[in-house]
């Protein structure tokens, strides 16, 4: 099973900071996915990527597939970036089935 | 707006008792993912559908079934409903076996 561990657990910024959050998984894999899931439930997919770093927006997403390690970046963070963000990797031996970290809460003020 | 949905939005039921979750897929996804989402547990993954038939199963309990059907719906059977199932229930779709998900709002599901 892929152990995946998420840092840090809770993160609390000012508008406008750039904001990092961490993924460890312990089993190598063909790809890793980024969750934002809003105050209300709803969940995002945000990026899948194998390798190198994905751009969207505001959003980055980099892995590093030698050191098992992936992290989300936000830049210039805004108070809608609040939000609990989850990344899960496949495990079981199958690249169905996802394991998802515990998720990383954010909390961006004005 | 994901173009998934999932009916109902929220379930009261008592133990013992039997419910049926509903998904629809985004137009063209073959794929339909189900996990379950309980404070202590967290996401998890229960089952997969590709094309109407099980591609993958995850931590999905004997008394909990799925199916896909020919029009691409998924339905999620939970039967013999514990305290403990109380939970979010979503849904995902996928156009490909693997790939980026779609997550529907969810099915909150609560056990009295």
């Known amino acids: 099973k892929n152990e995946v561990e998420q840092s840090p657990q809770n993160l609390t910024a000012q508008e406008g900071e750039f904001i990092t959050i961490n993924c460890s998984y312990s089993v190598g894999i063909s790809a890793l996915h980024w969750l934002q899931q809003h105050p209300g439930g709803g969940i995002v997919s945000l990026f899948m990527l194998s390798s190198g770093k994905k751009k969207h927006g505001r959003l980055i997403a980099t892995i590093n597939i030698q050191e098992k390690h992936s992290s989300l970046h936000i830049t210039a963070s805004h108070p809608r970036d609040s939000a609990v963000y989850i990344c899960?990797?496949?495990?079981?031996?199958?690249?169905?089935?996802?394991?998802f970290g515990k998720g990383t809460l954010l909390t961006v003020n004005p | 707006d994901s173009g998934v949905t999932q009916t109902p939005k929220h379930l009261i039921t008592a133990t013992g008792q039997r419910v049926t979750l509903r998904c629809s897929p985004r137009?063209?996804?073959?794929?339909v993912y189900w996990y379950q989402q309980s404070l202590d547990q967290g996401l998890q993954f229960l089952i997969q559908y590709y094309n109407g038939e099980e591609r993958a199963k995850g931590n999905i309990l004997e008394r909990f079934s799925a199916q896909q059907f020919p029009d691409l719906h998924s339905e999620l059977n939970l039967s013999s409903l514990e305290l403990g199932d109380s939970a979010l229930y979503f849904c995902a779709s996928g156009k490909a076996v693997q790939g980026t998900q779609y997550f529907g709002p969810g099915t909150r599901l609560t056990v009295l």
């Open positions: 899960a990797v496949p495990s079981g031996g199958s690249n169905y089935k996802l394991t």
């Open positions: 137009s063209g996804d073959l794929s």
